[in-house]
T-cell receptor, first 116, second 110 residues
Framework: DAGVIQSPRHEVTEMGQEVTLRCKPI?????LFWYRQTMMRGLELLIY????????DSGMPEDRFSAKMPNASFSTLKIQPSEPRDSAVYFC??????????????FGPGTRLTVL | QKEVEQNSGPLSVPEGAIASLNCTYS??????FFWYRQYSGKSPELIMS????GDKEDGRFTAQLNKASQYVSLLIRDSQPSDSATYLC??????????FGSGTQLTVLP
């Protein structure tokens, strides 16, 4: 089975540009999470979805960040405009939501974002 | 106060020794506890989960949970250089989200 798929794996952009990160969760997993990881702040939860509905976006740093999940197999995280302090590795993770399932999350390979 | 605290390390142990990694958490309602391993430049990978007090063993890895003390640990026996990585403790609360600690960097010296 394919794991969580993220694209692109690396993104280098200039300050002010729009950045879109993409995620395909594991098939059958209906809970999806977006994280950001930096040396200073560690792994931070940005937002998560259950059944394509955003549940908690309190970790989204500011209005420049937005996330969507138009269907069960695709989610995007958009930064507009991007700033150098957004440079980080962004991970997407998924897990099943059904009662009785574990809370184990499975991570994608991440997108390393560099904003110049 | 951070919700999940880990010794940031770095922790160095010689090959063949036991590595001990510790984690404390603040939410008494937490139900599920996880250890993830993260190699440099890679994504976190689950290595152990534990849900009830006591020990859980899987190969060279043993997770220990003490809910009264709000303490989780991971022991790695017969440490190998390939165990060198950052180990992340994660705790699941009532909302079934995971809260991660900042990680402990482990180096196993050949």
């Amino acid at each position: 089975d394919a794991g969580v798929i993220q694209s692109p794996r690396h993104e280098v952009t200039e300050m002010g540009q729009e950045v879109t990160l993409r995620c395909k969760p594991i098939s059958g997993h209906n809970s999806l999470f977006w994280y950001r990881q930096t040396m200073m702040r560690g792994l931070e939860l940005l937002i998560y979805f259950n059944n394509n509905v955003p549940i908690d976006d309190s970790g989204m740093p500011e209005d420049r960040f937005s996330a969507k999940m138009p269907n069960a197999s695709f989610s995007t995280l958009k930064i507009q405009p991007s700033e150098p302090r957004d440079s980080a590795v962004y991970f997407c993770a998924s897990r099943p939501l059904e009662r009785g399932s574990t809370d184990t999350q499975y991570f994608g390979p991440g997108t390393r974002l560099t904003v110049l | 106060q951070k919700e999940v605290e880990q010794n940031s390390g770095p922790l160095s142990v010689p090959e063949g020794a036991i590595a001990s990694l510790n984690c404390t958490y603040s939410d008494r309602g937490s139900q599920s506890f996880f250890w993830y391993r993260q190699y440099s430049g890679k994504s976190p990978e689950l290595i152990m989960s534990i849900y009830s007090n006591g020990d859980k063993e899987d190969g060279r890895f043993t997770a220990q949970l003490n809910k009264a003390s709000q303490y989780v640990s991971l022991l790695i026996r017969d440490s190998q250089p390939s165990d060198s990585a950052t180990y992340l403790c994660a705790v699941s609360g009532s909302a079934r989200q995971l809260t991660f600690g900042s990680g402990t960097q482990l180096t196993v010296l050949p």
